[in-house]
C-alpha cells in the first residue's frame, strides 16, 4: 500500500535452556551485538540489545510486513548456532522454546530516564 506509515516497537524475552547462567560476562556483549545484527538482518531495527547470564532483553523496531515469530525463530536459531561455533562454550548451547513479546507506543519509551520522542523516528 503507498504511503504507509508505521511506528511499533517491540521487547521481547528469551530465556537459556534450563536457565543455566552461561551467558557470561566476559563475552555476553559481543552475542548482544551478533543478536542485534541478525534482528536488523530481519528488516527491523535494534535499539537495544541487554541481559545477564540467563535471559536475554531485545527491544526494537518492528516491520509490520514480519511476524514476530519469525524475527525470533531466525534470532534465536542463528544466535545459538554462532554461540556453538564460537568456542565460548564446551557444551552445546540451546535456548529455551518460546519468548515473552510486549508492545509499547513511542510515548512511553524511556532510555536513562529520557523520553526518546521521535528520535527514534
Not at 557470561?24 to 547470564?53: A, M, S, Y
Request: hydrophobic content about 35%; aromatic content about 14%; charged content about 20%.
Amino acid at each position: 500500500m503507498a504511503n504507509t506509515y508505521s511506528q511499533m516497537y517491540v521487547q521481547t524475552i528469551f530465556v537459556v535452556k534450563y536457565r543455566k547462567a552461561i551467558l557470561l560476562k566476559d563475552w555476553r556483549t559481543e552475542i548482544f551485538g551478533v543478536i542485534g545484527n541478525l534482528i536488523n538482518d530481519t528488516g527491523c531495527k535494534t535499539v537495544i540489545v541487554n541481559g545477564v547470564e540467563d535471559h536475554v532483553h531485545c527491544f526494537f523496531g518492528f516491520n509490520p510486513s514480519d511476524r514476530i515469530s519469525g524475527v525470533m525463530r531466525t534470532v534465536k536459531s542463528n544466535s545459538s548456532k554462532w554461540l556453538n561455533e564460537s568456542g565460548y562454550l564446551r557444551h552445546r548451547f540451546e535456548w529455551q522454546p518460546g519468548y515473552g513479546s510486549f508492545t509499547y507506543n513511542l510515548s512511553s519509551i524511556l532510555i536513562s530516564g529520557k523520553n526518546l520522542g521521535d528520535k527514534l523516528v
